[in-house]
């Protein structure tokens, strides 16, 4: 039995069921790629993975970030939890982590190669909250007018982990842990170019903050303009998520965010990350040598 694909109400994303992820055949898999490409987000609902089998999935999109510190799995943990038992305070690192994440943001903008692809699935979720919602950077482009196209055509803007965590308070330790970048901010263009689609999309989100040409004021200024229009219905849809749901986006042209709950309960996702393509995602003033700058979360970040 072929897949069944369902569009979503919002210019993104389709359901996608009637077919188990676990035990992809090549000609199911064409299928699963194919509207990956058409709607840049694809949910699975009910779909219970095991580690293993969730990186098996998201190796199908390519070669997955190396994860330090774990030599047993290339996943990570996206949680509130402990190991003892108990949920991450405010004062904790942990809990700053998933508060900066309620931000739009793509994944690995701040390191010098890029993500194409992010593969999250839920363990245990809260009774109301927590949804993680998407936001179309295609549509977003097509939708802007002549004007402010021409604006952004050419601009670039840097990415920075350690300065998105900044405006919201938080300091980030240098050099340590996830995707903390140690050779200077990665400079990207506000608009890219898909390199299977070529449709244009705007690149931006919290981790941008500073535009060459511009004072940071004005490019500040410009970089919330266009994320308060990008971030809007129809281009975005959120998913209420259900334990054993999993859901593959495209870095390359989809914002995301995960939405507040109570932490004082647990939240517990799995996060696998694919790498993009060095010949499209690598930074523009980094190196090859830099891919290695890409991979470097550790235990404290989970």
């Known amino acids: 039995m072929a897949p069944t694909i369902t ?63 774990d030599s047993d799995h290339k996943s990570v943990e996206i ?14 690192h942990r809990f700053k982590v998933l508060r900066g994440n309620e931000g739009w943001h793509t ?27 998407w936001a179309d950077m295609r549509a977003a482009y097509d939708a802007l007018d002549d004007v402010r196209k021409r604006r952004i055509s050419g601009l670039s803007a840097y990415h920075s982990l350690y300065q998105s965590q900044a405006k919201m308070g938080y300091e980030i ?19 890219k170019t898909h390199p299977v689609t070529g449709r244009k999309s705007l690149f931006i989100g919290r981790h941008a903050y500073r535009i060459p040409g ?17 971030c ?9 998520w259900r334990p054993g749901d999993t859901v ?4 390359r042209c989809v914002l995301h965010r ?8 647990p939240r517990v996702m799995r996060h696998t990350r694919v790498a993009g393509d060095p010949a499209t995602e690598l930074a523009h003033d980094s190196t090859p040598d830099d891919r290695a700058d890409a991979y470097a979360p550790t235990a404290s970040n989970r």
């Open 7 to 69: 569009a979503l109400d919002a210019t993104l994303g389709a359901t996608v069921t009637d077919i188990g992820l676990a035990d992809l055949d090549d000609g199911t898999w064409a299928v699963v790629e194919d509207a990956f490409h058409q709607y840049a987000l694809l949910v699975f609902p009910g779909q219970n993975l095991s580690p293993a089998a969730q990186e098996a999935f998201a190796a199908r999109f390519g070669e997955i970030e190396i994860l330090r510190g």
């Open 248 to 251: 593959v986006w495209d870095n």
């Open 173 to 191: 330790r240098t050099g340590a842990g996830y995707g903390y970048h140690t050779k200077g901010a990665p400079l990207r263009p506000l608009v």
């Open 258 to 265: 995960a939405r507040p709950y109570d932490f004082d309960l």
């Open 214 to 230: 511009l004072d940071d004021g004005a490019a500040l200024a410009l970089l919330d303009e266009l994320q308060d229009f990008a």
């Open 232 to 240: 809007r219905p129809p281009r975005i849809h959120t998913h209420h």
């Open 107 to 133: 994944d690995s903008s701040y390191m010098p190669l890029a993500a194409k692809a992010s593969v999250l699935s839920a363990v245990e979720v809260p009774p109301s909250g927590g949804e993680t919602e």
């Open 79 to 92: 949680s509130n939890a402990k190991p003892d038992g108990t949920v991450a305070g405010a004062g904790e």
